[in-house]
């Protein structure tokens, strides 16, 4: 029992010390996404594959048969490091702030506030990715 208190403790020090080494390994991949509109109740889902490159991450999402690029980076929020997307999508730009975690497969699980850059809203679009398993 000591041993494994000791390795949690090891683990979490890691964990919450980790730089962006550690995002860029476990942010990568290929998500099912599911979220709620910005200033509305509609919800949608669809895809996202997030690709490292040179500078941050190339974001590719697929809702409702339409397809956008955009581009990710780790930054830093308060004291939280987020990834943060940004995309234009119909001549407007958005932004999502997320929160990156792990499911008990340790896959990395995403949950984002979704807004428009320099847009006061009072009802931000959410999005939260899933780990889309490997087709058999």
Known sequence: MRI???????????T???GDDLYRLMIP???????????SETTYVGKV???????GFKVTRMVADKLVIGNGTIESATDAKVLRIRFVEDGLSYEQTCMVGSDLDNYARISCYLYQPDIQTMDPGLEVLF???AEA
């Open 4 to 14: 494994f208190f000791i390795l949690t403790l090891i683990f979490s020090a890691l």
């Open 16 to 18: 919450c010390h980790a």
């Open 29 to 39: 991949g290929k998500y099912i996404l599911v979220g709620k509109a910005l200033d």
């Open 49 to 55: 594959i997030i690709e490292d490159d040179e500078n």
């Open 131 to 133: 780990n889309e398993p």
